[in-house]
C-alpha cells in the first residue's frame, strides 16, 4: 500500500521547506522504525534508578542525617 | 534523499527532524563518552568545589549524587525520550505545549542559558591557560593579560574549525577526550586517598565558618538540591543530542552511567574532597597543590583544555536551537556559528565583569526549564500519551494543531511563571539562601512536580475542553484527514 503524503510545502517555501516536507513524509509513515516503538522499556529503565536514588537518601535522610 | 548542499548539512539537519538511517548515536560507548565528556567539564569541577559548603562531606556526597541521579529523571522523560521518538529538538518539541509562538520563550531561555554559560566558562578556560606562566612566576601580570586573548583567539578558531565540521567531528573529538578526563579524575582520586586516606577525605568538613549550614538534614537537602538543578540545566541539550540516537537501548544507560555517575559524580567527588582538603575550590590551584606545580600546571592545562569540546558541543546546540529563527535558518552554517561564537572573545576581555553578570543572567535564563520540565513530561506521558503530530510542529498558523490562543499557550506560560516564582521564593540560586520549606525536599524537584500537577489541572479545566492544543483532534488531522502545510 503506497503512503499518503500528509503535509506539504507551505505557499512560499523554499528549498529548505521541501526537505522538510521529505523528512516528516518519510518520518512520519516509519511507524515500524525503532523511534516509534513504544517508550516504556526506557521508561521502566528510568524508574528502577529513580527509586535506587530515592530510596539511597531516604536511609541517608534517616540513618545519618539526625541532629 | 537530502537534497542541501555540503554547506549546509552539517548545521540544518540540526533543525530538520533527523531521519532514523543518518542517526550517528548508534554505539553505546560512543555515547557515553559523550555524555562524560559533556558533563566532566571544568564547570562541574567547580560544582564540585562548591559541594562541601553544604557543610558535611559525605552527606554532600551522597545528596549531590541521589538529586543528580533524581534530576536526571524528567530531563530523560520529557526532554530526551521524546526527541529520541520524533528527531527533533527539545526547543522545537516544546510548540507542543508551549504554542508554535510560545516556544520563543523556551528558545529565548535556552539561548541566554547556553551562550551565557559557553562565555563563562570559555573565558575562564583562556584565563587559567593564560595566566598560567604567571602563577608560574615566569611572565609578569601585564604580559600574562596578553597572553589570556592570544590563548582566547586560538581556542576560538580551533573551535569554530571544529563546530564547521558538524556533530560527526566533534563527536569523534568527545570519544577521545572523555576518557583523558576521566583518567586524570580517577588518577586526581587515587592521588587523595595515597596522601590522606579515604577516612580522612569523607569525613573533613568545610570550616563551620564556610558552611551553609549546621542541620545535617539541610546539609544534605542543599547537597541534592545542587545535584538535581545540574542535572536539570541539560535539559534544553539533551533532547538535540538524542535526536541523533539510533537506538532505544541506549537512551537510559550512557546519561545515567557515563553523565550522572562518572562524568559528573565522580568528577564532584573528587573536587569535593579536594576542595576540603586544599581549602579552596579553584581546581587550578588545588591540581597544583594535589600534584605539584609542574605535573599540576600541566594537568590543569590538558583540564581546560579537553573543557573546549564541552563548550563547543554546548555552542553546536544553542546554533541548531537558534534556527528556530528564521533569518538564522537561512544562514550558512558557518556564519551561524561565527555568530554564535562572538560573545565569547568578549567575555575573555572582561572576565570579571562576565563571571559577576553573566552568570546571574545565564541561571535566571535557566529558571524556566524547571517548570517547563513538569509540564512537558506531563503533557507528553499522560495528556498525549506519547503522541505529538510531527508536522504540526512546524505549522505557523492557525490551522496547525498546537496553535492554542494566537500560537501561545498561555496557561503553561503561566504555570511556568508561578513555578519558577515559588522556586525563587524557596531557594535564591545566586545567594544560597534558602526558606523554611526547602528543608523537607529542596527547592527544584518540588517545582518540577509541582508544575507539571498544576498543568495537569489547568488544561482538564482550561485547555482541553476549549478544543485547543490539539489534545482530541490531532490524532484524527494526523491519521489522514487534511494535509498540513508546512515551512521552517
Redesign the interface.
Known amino acids: 500500500m503506497e503512503n499518503?503524503?500528509?503535509?506539504?510545502?507551505?505557499?512560499g517555501?523554499?528549498?529548505?521547506?521541501?526537505?522538510?516536507?521529505?523528512?516528516?513524509n518519510?518520518?512520519?509513515n516509519?511507524s515500524e522504525?525503532?523511534?516509534?516503538?513504544s517508550?516504556w522499556?526506557?521508561?521502566r529503565?528510568?524508574a528502577s534508578?529513580?527509586v535506587?536514588?530515592?530510596l539511597?537518601?531516604t536511609v541517608?535522610?534517616c540513618c545519618?542525617?539526625?541532629? | 534523499m537530502s537534497s542541501l548542499s555540503n554547506e549546509n548539512a552539517a548545521g540544518v539537519t540540526g533543525r530538520l527532524p533527523s531521519l532514523e538511517s543518518e542517526r550517528s548515536f548508534s554505539c553505546y560507548r560512543s555515547l557515553t563518552f559523550t555524555q562524560i565528556s559533556l558533563t566532566a567539564a571544568i564547570w562541574t569541577v567547580l560544582v564540585g568545589g562548591m559541594v562541601p559548603s553544604a557543610g558535611n562531606t559525605l552527606l554532600a556526597i551522597i545528596g549531590y549524587t541521589c538529586g543528580a541521579v533524581l534530576g536526571m529523571t524528567p530531563v530523560l522523560l520529557g526532554s530526551a525520550l521524546p526527541s529520541f521518538r520524533y528527531g527533533v529538538d527539545v526547543i522545537e518539541l516544546s510548540k507542543a505545549v508551549l504554542g508554535v509562538r510560545g516556544s520563543a520563550l523556551a528558545l529565548a531561555g535556552f539561548l541566554v542559558m547556553s551562550l551565557g554559560g559557553a562565555a563563562v566558562a570559555f573565558a575562564m578556560i583562556c584565563r587559567g591557560i593564560g595566566m598560567m606562566p604567571a602563577h608560574a612566576g615566569r611572565i609578569g601580570i601585564a604580559a600574562s593579560e596578553q597572553s589570556v586573548v592570544f590563548v582566547g583567539c586560538i581556542t576560538l578558531v580551533l573551535m569554530y574549525v571544529l563546530l564547521r565540521r558538524g556533530l560527526d567531528t566533534v563527536q569523534r573529538i568527545n570519544n577521545i577526550v572523555g576518557p583523558i578526563f576521566v583518567l586524570f579524575i580517577t588518577a586526581s582520586l587515587l592521588l587523595l586517598l595515597w596522601k590522606c586516606g579515604l577516612r580522612t577525605l569523607v569525613l573533613t568538613n568545610v570550616p563551620a565558618g564556610q558552611a551553609l549550614t549546621h542541620d545535617p538534614r539541610r546539609a544534605f537537602i542543599y547537597a541534592l538540591e545542587f545535584g538535581a538543578t545540574v542535572s536539570l540545566s541539560w535539559y534544553p541539550y539533551l533532547g538535540g543530542m538524542y535526536r541523533t540516537v539510533k537506538h532505544r537501548r541506549h537512551t537510559v544507560g550512557p546519561c545515567m552511567i557515563g553523565g550522572v555517575l562518572v562524568g559528573g559524580g565522580l568528577t564532584v567527588v573528587v573536587s569535593a574532597m579536594a576542595a576540603v582538603q586544599f581549602g579552596t575550590a579553584d581546581p587550578a590551584i588545588w591540581f597544583i597543590q594535589l600534584t605539584g606545580p609542574i605535573i599540576g600546571s600541566v594537568v590543569v592545562s590538558i583540564v581546560l583544555l579537553v573543557s573546549i569540546s564541552a563548550i563547543g558541543m554546548t555552542v553546536y546546540l544553542a546554533a541548531v536551537g537558534a534556527q528556530q529563527i528564521n533569518v538564522l535558518a537561512r544562514m550558512p552554517w558557518s556564519w551561524l556559528l561565527a555568530l554564535m561564537l562572538v560573545p565569547l572573545p568578549l567575555a575573555v576581555v572582561n572576565t570579571s565583569w562576565v563571571l559577576a553578570h553573566v552568570m546571574t543572567i545565564a541561571t535566571f535564563g535557566g529558571l524556566i526549564f524547571f517548570g517547563l520540565s513538569g509540564v512537558m513530561v506531563v503533557d507528553f506521558w499522560i495528556l498525549r500519551r506519547q503522541f505529538i503530530a510531527l508536522e504540526h510542529l512546524f505549522v505557523a498558523d492557525n490551522s496547525g494543531c498546537y496553535w492554542f490562543w494566537g500560537g501561545v499557550n498561555w496557561v503553561a506560560i503561566a504555570v511556568i511563571a508561578a513555578s519558577s516564582a515559588i522556586y525563587l521564593r524557596i531557594y535564591d540560586p545566586i545567594t544560597l539562601r534558602s526558606a523554611d520549606a526547602f528543608q523537607f525536599f529542596g527547592a527544584v524537584l518540588p517545582v518540577v512536580v509541582g508544575s507539571g500537577a498544576l498543568y495537569y489541572v489547568l488544561a482538564k479545566l482550561i485547555v482541553i475542553p476549549s478544543g485547543r492544543g490539539g489534545y482530541h483532534a490531532c490524532r484524527i488531522r494526523s491519521a489522514g484527514e487534511g494535509i498540513a502545510r508546512v515551512g521552517l
Open positions: 499518503k503524503p500528509r503535509c506539504e510545502v507551505r505557499p517555501g523554499g528549498a529548505l521547506d521541501r526537505e522538510l516536507v521529505a523528512r516528516l518519510e518520518l512520519i516509519q522504525s525503532e523511534p516509534m516503538q517508550l522499556p526506557a521508561v529503565e528510568i534508578w529513580t535506587a536514588a530515592a539511597i537518601a541517608s535522610l545519618l542525617c539526625k541532629g
